[in-house]
Each structure stands twice: as C-alpha cells, then as structure tokens.
C-alpha cells in the first residue's frame, strides 16, 4: 500500500524559508517520479513542483519559479521542497503525490498522479 507522509509545513513571516519534506512507502521510490501541489481555502489545487525519477528533471509552478527547489534523496525515500521568500500567497495546504506513469509527462497536472499524502499547512504571515 502506497502511503506518503509530509511534513515541515509551520508558521513563517513573509520573506523567510521552509523546508518541506514528504517520506513514501510502498512504491519503488527510484522508478517513481514525484510531485508537490498545494490548496489555499477556496481555491483549486495548484501546481507546485515535480522531479523525474533521476532526479535530473525538474519543473515548477510559475508562482514558485527561482524561489522554491525541489530534491529527492533515493537512498531515503524522500522528496524535499525547499520553499525560499515565502509571501503570504504561498499559504495553502501542500501534499505530495506519486506520478502514474513510470515515464513520466505532464506533470503540472493532477491528473497525472496517483497517490497523494494527506498534506501539510503551511503559512506565511504578512
């Protein structure tokens, strides 16, 4: 069973950091590519970031581009974000989730992912 766990999410001022990190079971972590979206109240679930399996390949959300990176660690199973300047419009829920496909594609939408964890807040006070 397929079971993804965030965590890191917090209370943070505008301009300061987070670190965001979701551990996966379940899956064989090295053929899975991942993915980072995120929910504010009242609004769609948006894309944030994705890495390919390799780790190589890496996409963002405009919103986030040249402030939040992505990284996994194959070794431990785990998909960091890495979340720099933060404004108050980055304050949602954030899960991550595993990609259907073991090639990859499309991975700004939801569509494309299969499991999702069960999200952590993250806000970012003015």
């Known amino acids: 069973q397929v079971h993804l766990v965030e965590s890191g999410g917090g209370l943070v001022q505008a301009g300061g950091s987070l670190r965001l990190s979701c551990a996966a079971s379940?899956?064989?972590?090295?053929?899975?590519?991942m993915g980072w979206f995120r929910q504010a109240p009242g609004k769609e679930r948006e894309f944030v970031a994705a890495?390919?399996?390799?780790?190589?390949?890496?996409y963002y959300g405009d919103s986030v581009k040249g402030r939040f990176t992505i990284s996994r660690d194959n070794a431990r199973r785990t998909v960091i974000l890495q979340m720099n300047n933060l404004t108050p419009d980055d304050t949602a829920v954030y899960y991550c989730?595993?990609?259907?496909?073991?090639?990859?594609?499309?991975?700004?939408?939801?569509?494309?992912?299969?499991?999702w964890g069960q999200g952590t807040q993250v806000t970012v006070s003015s």
């Open positions: 890495i390919d399996r390799s780790g190589i390949g890496t």
């Open positions: 379940g899956v064989t972590f090295t053929l899975t590519h």
């Open positions: 989730a595993t990609h259907r496909s073991i090639l990859g594609g499309n991975y700004y939408s939801i569509a494309s992912y299969a499991y």
